[in-house]
């Protein structure tokens, strides 16, 4: 291939948002190249997998999972961390802040709230003037039988679960538009989002994260032209608070025997090379998939 097929058409979409009742970008006719920001590496690119350089936030980083993934991007070189939680940090979240002076950070934040949002996504930009990825992770589950759900708890639920995840990739997507950045978008689904949780009743939860993975899809859709890329990963059953009933389960270990697989929950730092996958740039035409990392046990 000469130097020039590797040069990427880095061509910019319109600024001014006017885009054409049918998707297309103002004043393109049929048949002729959309106008887009290729994510398409330059001729100088590094072909390794790293953020260097990258301001991720993470949404409920201060602990299980987002802590998890928090830790995998800082030695994978992220510039800087920010995690978006509702609760103070614990000392866990303390303890990787002290190892990483000045690059991990939390900012209070509802991402139930819109405006809480979009405040935490200017306040990273004012602090580190660019913000390029952007974890939906926070969520929550409830486990009871379906009939036993009142509108109170389902709302809980998708306000945190699909109501969140929304109102930060669309915040973020804002942000990367407004800045010309070629952001990520990744949202955490679950493996409930393919199928049903075996291991306690959980029907509403299922639903929240199915439609988490479904909207990765149209998002990353929507965007693409934009250069900016959305996808999910669907963990099984990894080890955070979530999941601390699971392995004390009496009949554990023969549930292990009869599915197979890894029989264990994963280290929420297990999952953290798919996520750094995603966010770098070595996943430049990888858009719109979601990623199982479930040791073939959090499958069943
Ligand atoms: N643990 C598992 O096995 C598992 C499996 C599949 C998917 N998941 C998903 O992974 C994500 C993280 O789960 P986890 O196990 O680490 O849970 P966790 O309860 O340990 O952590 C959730 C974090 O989100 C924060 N949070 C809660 N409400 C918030 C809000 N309104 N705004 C901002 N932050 C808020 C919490 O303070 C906490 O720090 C969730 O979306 C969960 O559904 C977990």
């Known amino acids: 291939m000469s130097p020039a097929a590797t040069t990427p058409p880095e061509v910019l979409a319109p600024s001014n948002g006017a885009d054409s009742a049918n998707g297309n970008a103002q004043g393109e006719q049929l048949g002729e190249t959309p106008v887009f920001l290729s994510t398409e590496p330059g001729p100088d690119h590094d072909w390794k997998i790293t953020l260097r350089g990258k301001v991720i936030a993470i949404t409920g980083a201060n602990r ?93 639920l998708f306000n945190l679960n699909v109501f969140g995840a929304y109102f930060c990739a669309t915040a973020a997507a804002k942000k990367f538009i407004e800045l010309g950045i070629k952001g990520s978008i990744v949202f955490t689904a679950s493996m409930t989002s393919y199928r049903p949780n075996r291991a306690a009743p959980s029907a509403p939860y299922g639903g929240t994260k199915g439609a988490v993975r479904n909207m990765a899809h149209t998002l990353a859709m929507e965007w693409a032209k934009h250069g900016i890329r959305v996808n999910s990963i669907s963990p099984g059953f990894v080890r955070t608070q979530m999941t601390y009933y699971m392995n004390k389960a009496p009949d554990w270990n023969l549930k292990m025997q009869y599915y197979g697989g890894m029989p264990r929950l994963a280290d929420p730092r297990e999952l953290g090379g798919a996520y750094v996958y995603l966010l770098s740039e070595g996943a430049s035409y990888t858009t719109g998939i979601d990623i199982p990392v479930a040791g073939i046990v959090g499958a069943w």
Do not use: W
């Open 64 to 156: 299980g999972i987002g802590l998890g993934l928090a830790t995998v991007c800082l030695a994978n070189d992220a510039a800087e961390i920010y995690s978006l939680d509702l609760f103070e940090p614990g000392e866990e979240f303390q303890a990787l802040a002290k190892a990483h002076p000045k690059r991990v950070h939390y900012l209070h934040c509802d991402v139930t709230s819109e405006e809480s949002v979009i405040k935490a996504v200017d306040t990273i930009v004012e602090q580190s003037s660019r913000i390029d990825g952007m974890i939906a992770n926070a969520g929550m589950t409830k486990h009871q039988p379906a009939l036993n759900f009142d509108r109170p708890q389902l709302e809980q």
